[in-house]
């Protein structure tokens, strides 16, 4: 693979990266000068750092660190200068989207007279019980309202009562009804006739005593009815037998140690999917030169189901690797001395190599062993989170006349999730081939990721 090309390839998929990082990013107040403040909160589940401060919907800044204090979740966060912090101003937790992220609200006070660094702001609980009592409050006061403009209505231009005219208008229609009715008394009678026929006619049908004339007739009702009573008689014997315990679903019911397995069995599950959620995941992607060997990328994905362990997940292309072969050749020197020999080793120059590696982290140490770059190796990696800056070594591909591979790296964070990255290639070898790899790239966690797809999926 020509190096030129695939250094090229990876300068142009990074740039594609940065492009759609920046985009991605622009609202995340990565620059200009920023005050922190604090708060206290009794649940912080859901809040991580990296959470939006937003003011009318616009993010204004983030939460900086979140820390235990006094069985409380203290939580420090930076706001840009340009929104001035008064006094009354204070926050509340809001959920947005279908899989109810969580962003914090900050509702700036009127006094006009901004709150110092470090001050500490007062946070609301967010919805619940609380706007439920709100809203029923504010339905009755509806009612009320409308029972009050009833009362009104039933009152004429003067004030007075409209019930009277109501009745008054009531006997009205009984007078009209009385005289519609005088005269029509046969017909009156003749309706009622009818009525009486059909109830007997519909008493007939429903008559189980009838059943014998008709029993073949699906259209009467009496064996519909007979067919119900049995369905019915049916179903109780059936409740009956749950309830001693036959049959598969009785002893479903019944039987404590079924209970047991599919209580345990349901508990099972939620705590794999509690596992599932608290999955965590780092993905890397960064590209450079060797000082000797030519280009130099790398895509490495951590996974983190706990903590303190980790896996890591990668792909690398380079144009250095471990041997595969030795080639002697003969050569007579120019000055007509005796025939010599030269060994030489050959490189294997795949396009890709892979990393699959399992690690733990204790504090600020990290511990890797497994395949680095397609070759058995182990990492210790040790981290400085506060200034942004990681650093390792790792140990791999052993080789009898070169010795292994000893590399040094550091990776310091330029801005948001860009990363610089310096690497001391082979730095034991016997054959004096060191060199070193001057790299950048982009790092993506989960908050990242998800505003990645919240981007994508508009």
């Not at 380079?318 to 050959?346: A, C, H, L, V, W």
Request: no cysteine; aromatic share 6%.
């Amino acid at each position: 693979m020509n190096p030129l090309k695939v250094g090229l390839l990876a300068l142009a998929a990074l740039s594609s990266i940065v492009v759609m990082s920046l985009k991605i990013t622009q609202n995340q107040t990565g620059f200009g000068t920023h005050t922190e403040y604090q708060t206290l909160l009794e649940d912080a589940s859901g809040i991580q750092e990296k959470t939006s401060i937003k003011v009318a919907g616009i993010t204004a800044g983030r939460i900086k660190s979140i820390e235990l204090h006094d069985n409380k979740a203290l939580i420090t966060f930076e706001i840009v200068d340009k929104v001035k912090v008064t006094e009354g101003s204070f926050l509340s937790i809001k959920s947005v989207g279908l899989l109810g992220d969580k962003f914090i609200d900050l509702r700036l006070g009127n006094s006009g007279n901004p709150l110092p660094e470090g001050a500490r702001l007062e946070t609301q609980p967010g919805a619940g019980f609380d706007t439920l009592a709100q809203d029923a409050s504010a339905v009755l006061k509806e009612v009320k309202e409308i029972a009050a403009s009833v009362k009104d209505a039933l009152r004429d231009e003067n004030g007075n009562n409209m019930m009277k005219s109501i009745i008054a208008n009531i006997n009205d229609m009984a007078e009209s009804l009385k005289r519609m009715s005088t005269g029509n008394e046969d017909k009156i009678n003749q309706i009622i006739a009818d009525i009486e026929q059909l109830s007997g006619q519909l008493a007939y049908e429903t008559d189980r005593n009838q059943k014998d004339s008709f029993a073949n007739d699906l259209t009467k009702v009496g064996p519909i009815l007979d067919k119900v009573d049995s369905a019915m008689g049916d179903l109780k014997i059936i409740m009956a037998d749950m309830r001693e315990g036959k049959g598969t679903v009785g002893k479903l019911l019944r039987d404590e140690a079924v209970v047991d397995q599919v209580s345990q069995t349901l508990s099972s599950v939620n705590r794999l999917v509690n596992r599932i959620n608290n999955i965590e995941a780092d993905i890397a992607i960064a590209t450079g030169a060797n000082t000797r060997l030519g280009s130099d990328t790398r895509f490495d994905i951590d996974i983190f189901p706990a903590p303190e362990r980790f896996f890591r997940l990668g792909v690398v292309t380079n144009d250095f690797g471990p041997q595969i072969e030795r080639e002697t050749s003969t050569y007579t020197s120019q000055n007509g001395g005796p025939e010599m020999e030269r060994t030489e080793r050959k490189i294997r120059k795949d396009a890709f190599k892979f990393n699959l590696q399992i690690g733990r982290r204790i504090q600020r140490f990290g511990l890797r062993a497994g395949l680095i770059e397609s070759t058995g190796g182990v990492g210790l990696d040790y981290f400085f989170p506060d200034w942004g800056i990681r650093t390792g070594t790792e140990i791999f591909d052993y080789q009898k006349d070169a010795g292994p591979n000893v590399r040094l790296f550091g990776e310091v964070k330029i801005w948001n999730v860009m990363f610089a990255r310096v690497a001391g290639e082979d730095l034991l070898s016997k054959t004096g081939k060191q060199s070193a790899t001057l790299s950048v790239g982009l790092r993506f966690n989960d908050q990242d990721l998800a505003a990645l797809i919240g981007l994508l999926a508009r």
